[in-house]
């Protein structure tokens, strides 16, 4: 039986539509007939089917729709009393001799339609013994059908205001009164539905439930209808009565989809005026009830509301809707102890889209919000739902989205608080959040105070968190972060050195206890933040000279120094090496000649205690070549011993092709092409000789190695450092030594044993032909190089 | 003979005979008109007025509770058509004509011609007799209403057909009627409170019975028959079956849980309340609640109602 229970129902709602149809159909003979007993007989006949228990509501629906357009017919002719003789007094009568009280009430409702039609009665008389009359029916599904059908049958009969039935003694109380008593019935009813059979259905029961909801909201539906009802009545009778019947009613599902209902049914402004009392009611309802949608979704229509006109903002204040709001919000989770995380925080996120759209200006609202979201979480031992922590990150997203401006939310006094809630990851989450917002709104952080609190808020990404399982990390991930924390530390920025000093020694602060694998991404950004600086202050020091100031260029370079030495617990020598040269040439140029002698002293340093690779060596050997090459404040001693010093390292690579390239680029160290720049042709000449020795000990060490000689790359190289000098008019190269070099590399490349190599034969090609090139130019230049004879 | 009214004879015929009332005076004419050419000798005719009472189970026993006698002709001949008008003046008739299960209380005009020799000639003539009683005094108004509001409580004498230990804590209900007499066209108003309930109804009907009793003592007989089962409501204004009262703490809006009362008694055949006719029967009326559970044992309370004929022309 059991497993066949839909077909079972299809076959007695077949069963149910028959006798319907059957019974409709003598009904029909006794109208065409103008037979009132038949009609009145065959009636109750076809509205016995609807006494069924067997049906579900679904079903149900589809038996009381047949039966109600029959109905409509009977009406018609209830109406017409030359077809029947009897006055509609005696039909009223008549219709409730019927000893089945399904039926005897369907025809009473209808009877009492054309009764209220009729006017021979008043509307709220009539009305009223109709609602009274249905008590009879207390079955929950039958109940709510036929009051379902006095709704009906009534909605256009109501005593409202400009209604035909606004009779002088009527008022549009009794409409209410009607509506109100017959939706607290339905109410009780459709509450009652779930306790109706057995337990185990119970998933079932609650569906169908659902399907009929909307049965008994239609009854709100009719109530913001009804012309009369303005909001003194609304806040006086209407709401007062609903409410109660939502709360005592002590169902969740019917509470939920009724809040629900108020909201959606009555005018905005209704709420705005009325919100004590709604909001009263929520601490009230079962503690399964999802209050949090309900008060969402009355703050949305609010904020909706506040954002359609500009003139309705002062009945907000008039009302004090934040405070009323707020002063619910803390009720409500205060009495729904079982309430989880994410519904208590939902709930602020609420509260704070609508201050935000509400009261824009006013942060001090903002900022309760977040306190007293802090002091919820504060109660919960540690954020471990997912969704309680989404709902936070959205809590704290709101603000950054509205101002567009973390400036703003950095005056949020509570904002970090509830950001300590957050686990590890969300925390970080949350942070490249607050980045982003900085980053694409180009917010520009000018305060070191604000520095302070941004970083703060950033601690997860500044630093290790305690507890953060660092085996964890997605190497990816910390990548993008630190490159994100890199890039938040050039928008900190103010125009006043000192100030702007704070903000760097602040983020010094912070970052330095970033840890080793934090540093390398932090630190050349702090570096080039203060080298910003330096650039600005850079020709100022002369004019203020003598007085107290404490940005000055050289505290600066102090400061930079020890940032840079930070990175020795990394380490990172390689990192140091590019940045201590960086800052020798910005001391360079503020003319800081110690200063900048002792960052090359720190270069070499590292060089020479640190680089061990000679892949790295040779990298850093010619940053250093060429950096000190632009130095121009050194005096002669400190630069000879510089020079010195890069010469004689570029001597001692490893591989003879890195020697030699090192050693052609230290020829450019004594030759510095600028009008007072150093020019030791000299020294020149020596270096690319040497070049030239060690181009030829690694020829003839591939001979012996491999058996056949290198490429001539190298001496195509020197030739091109050889036609530079030349050019430049180094006293000291000579067309004759250019001519040898080129036959030395010509008879290179034609021995058997060279090694082809197309990308020196291009170079050497495209030299060549500079030299024809300058040849045919003519002029000094022309006649220099008409010496070289190819 | 003013008003004529159907009256159901014993072959199941329905005739339509006069109505009369007590007090009230009967004249007629007797018309005798022998077969044609045929005379008839007689001792003397008479029309008697008969008030009797019938019970069934003692077949044949007539009780005359009213006797009249008009002699209409003196002993002689009757050769032709002849009229006697006749006239009983302010005749007392208690009762009511009543047309019971087992007692027929019937008046009836009876002619006899009286013979020698040969049987008598009589004939019947059946009327009905209905009496009117004015509506409850008004004076007594404040005191009567007080008295007439019935209103009972039986959290604890429910009858149960089948008595069951504990159905005391099950049910609670209180009901009340507006009145406890009713005239013929009356309509039963009240109203039916739960208080408490803890057993699973299914509806609950109101039942118009009438207890017929007839004879006395150890040959007492009662006849119970149901006229009207009027159906009061469908399902019960329960939120759980067992386990949740509805008593007036629970529920604020006590009205809220209450079911009303509306039948209208002139769809049925009812007579007035008849006690202890001539000492022969006594018919009463009785409205009974019975609520029937989803297994279909029913519980009832019954009361008493007192039904009367109201003097409509008032």
Redesign the interface.
């Known amino acids: 039986m059991m497993l066949n229970g839909a077909e079972d129902e299809e076959k007695w709602l077949a069963e149910g539509i028959a006798g319907i149809q059957h019974n409709a159909f003598y009904m029909h003979q006794a109208l065409d007939s103008n037979n009132l007993r038949e009609a009145l007989k065959y009636s109750a006949l076809m509205l016995s089917e609807l ?1 069924t228990s067997k049906l579900s509501p679904h079903k149900y629906y589809e038996l009381y729709m047949r039966a109600f357009d029959e109905l409509r017919k009977l009406e018609m002719f209830f109406k017409d009393e030359s077809k029947h003789g009897v006055s509609v007094v005696d039909l009223y ?1 008549l219709v ?2 019927a ?4 039926p ?1 009430l369907y025809l009473l409702c209808t009877v009492g339609s054309v009764y209220i039609k009729s006017k021979e009665a008043p509307a709220k008389e009539v009305l009223k013994d109709l609602v ?2 249905c ?6 599904i ?2 709510l059908f036929l009051r379902s059908y006095l709704a009906q049958i009534s909605r256009d009969k109501l005593p409202d205001i400009g209604s035909e039935f606004e009779g002088d003694a009527e008022t549009v109380m009794d409409a209410v009164e009607f509506v109100l008593q017959n939706f ?2 339905m109410n ?1 009813l459709w ?2 539905l779930q ?1 109706q059979g057995p337990g185990t259905v119970r998933e079932k029961r609650e569906k169908e439930r659902n399907e009929l909801r909307d049965l008994v909201g239609k009854n709100l539906h009719v109530l913001s209808q009804i012309e009369g009802v303005d909001l003194e009545m609304y806040k006086e009778t209407v709401l007062p009565r609903i409410v109660e019947q939502v709360v ?1 009613c002590k169902d969740d599902l019917a509470q939920y989809y009724l809040m629900d209902c108020i909201i959606q049914v009555f005018p905005d402004e209704y709420h705005l005026q009325t919100l004590e009392t709604l909001l009263g009611a929520c601490p009230q309802l079962q503690p399964t009830v999802d209050i949090k949608t309900v008060l969402s979704r009355l703050m949305d229509r609010l904020s909706n509301y506040a954002a359609s006109s500009p003139d309705v903002l002062p009945e907000f204040l008039q009302v004090e809707a934040f405070a009323k709001l707020s002063k619910a919000i803390g009720k409500v989770i205060e009495a729904q102890i079982d309430m989880p995380a994410v519904g208590a925080i939902t709930l602020y996120v609420s509260l704070l889209t609508f201050t935000l759209r509400v009261h824009p200006d006013r942060l001090d609202y903002v900022d309760q919000v977040l306190g007293a979201c802090d002091k919820k979480l504060s109660t919960i031992p540690k954020l471990g739902d997912s969704r309680a922590t989404k709902q936070v990150v959205a809590l704290l997203s709101a603000p950054l989205e509205k101002y567009n401006d973390i400036v703003t939310a950095l005056r949020l006094s509570n904002y970090p608080r509830v950001m300590d809630h957050l686990d590890n990851g969300t925390n970080k989450v949350m942070a490249m959040v607050i980045i982003q917002s900085i980053m694409k709104n180009s917010s520009c952080i000018s305060t070191p105070d604000k520095v302070e609190v941004l970083f703060e808020l950033l601690k997860g990404l500044i630093k290790d968190m305690d507890g953060a399982d660092v085996d964890e990390l997605d190497e990816e991930d910390f990548k993008e972060e630190q490159n994100s924390v890199a890039r938040l530390i050039h928008m900190l920025y103010n125009d006043e050195p000192e100030e702007m000093l704070k903000i760097i020694c602040t983020v010094r602060k912070h970052t330095m206890a970033g840890g080793p694998k934090r540093l390398p991404y932090t630190v050349p950004s702090l570096v080039f933040s203060a080298l910003r600086l330096v650039r600005r202050l850079q020709g100022q020091e002369g004019d203020i000279v003598g007085e107290e100031v404490p940005a000055t260029p050289k505290k600066i370079f102090q400061l930079l120094t020890q940032i840079i030495e930070s990175l020795s617990i990394v380490p990172a020598p390689e990192l140091a090496l590019r940045l201590y040269l960086q800052c020798a040439e910005a001391a360079n140029d503020c003319d800081l000649e110690h200063v900048a002698y002792d960052f090359f002293t720190q270069a070499f340093v590292l060089y020479e205690e640190e680089i061990a690779d000679s892949k790295s060596q040779v990298t850093a050997i010619h940053l250093i070549i060429g950096t000190l090459q632009r130095m121009s404040v050194f005096g002669v001693e400190n630069r000879d011993t510089l020079t010195h010093k890069a010469t004689g390292y570029s001597a001692r690579l490893l591989k003879k092709p890195d020697q030699c390239r090192a050693v052609y680029a230290c020829s450019h160290l004594f030759w510095v092409d600028d009008q007072d720049g150093l020019k030791d042709g000299e020294r020149v000449l020596l270096c690319l000789k040497r070049a030239l020795r060690i181009a030829n000990a690694a020829q003839q060490m591939a001979n012996v190695a491999r058996g056949s000689s290198g490429p001539v790359t190298l001496f195509v190289e020197i030739l091109n450092k050889y036609l530079y000098f030349f050019e430049k008019g180094n006293p000291q190269i000579t067309s004759a030594a250019i001519q040898d070099l080129i036959e030395l590399i010509k008879t290179e490349m034609q021995s058997d044993s060279a090694t082809p190599d197309t990308a020196s034969d291009a170079f050497l090609a495209s030299m060549l032909r500079y030299i024809q090139f300058q040849k045919q130019k003519g002029g000094v230049m022309g006649e220099k190089f008409e010496s070289i004879k190819l | 003979m003013e008003e004529a009214v159907p009256l159901k004879k014993e072959n199941g015929k329905t005739v339509m005979v006069a109505l009369f009332q007590s007090q009230e005076n009967i004249v007629g004419e007797v018309v005798i008109e022998p077969i044609h050419g045929k005379k008839v000798e007689h001792n003397g005719i008479k029309i008697e007025l008969l008030g009797q009472i019938e019970l069934y189970f003692d077949r044949g026993n007539f009780y005359d509770f009213t006797s009249l006698v008009r002699e209409l002709d003196v002993p002689g001949e009757l050769y032709e058509r002849k009229t006697y008008p006749f006239e009983f003046s302010t005749v007392e008739m208690p009762y009511e004509s009543y047309n019971g299960v087992n007692v027929r209380l019937r008046y009836i005009l009876k002619v006899t011609i009286s013979r020698n020799y040969v049987s008598n000639i009589v004939e019947y003539q059946d009327f009905v007799v209905r009496n009117y009683t004015p509506p409850p005094s008004i004076n007594n108004s404040i005191k009567v209403v007080d008295k007439l509001i019935r209103k009972d409580i039986f959290p604890l004498k429910l009858n149960y057909t089948s008595m069951e230990v504990g159905i005391e804590d099950c049910l609670h209900i209180e009901f009340e009627y507006s009145k406890s007499k009713y005239h013929l066209k009356d309509v039963i108003v009240g109203k039916i409170y739960f208080l408490l309930v803890r057993i699973k109804l299914k509806n609950m009907e109101l039942e118009i019975r009438r207890r017929e009793s007839t004879g006395s003592g150890p040959n007492t007989y009662v006849e119970t028959e149901t006229l009207a089962k009027f159906e009061l409501m469908d399902g019960a204004p329960v939120r759980d079956g067992p386990g949740i009262s509805l008593t007036r703490a629970t529920s604020n809006a006590f009205a809220g849980e209450s079911i009303p009362i509306r039948l209208f008694l002139s769809p049925y055949e009812l007579t007035p309340t008849y006690r202890n006719i001539n000492n022969k029967f006594s018919v009463k009326y009785y409205l009974n609640l019975v609520l029937v559970d989803e297994e279909d044992r029913r519980y009832f309370k019954q009361q008493e109602i007192t039904v009367y004929r109201l003097l409509e022309s008032s």
């Open positions: 006494r009568e409730q001799h000893g089945n009280i399904l005897r009274e009359m008590r009879g029916v207390q079955h929950p039958r109940g607290t019935e009780k509450v009652r306790h005592n």
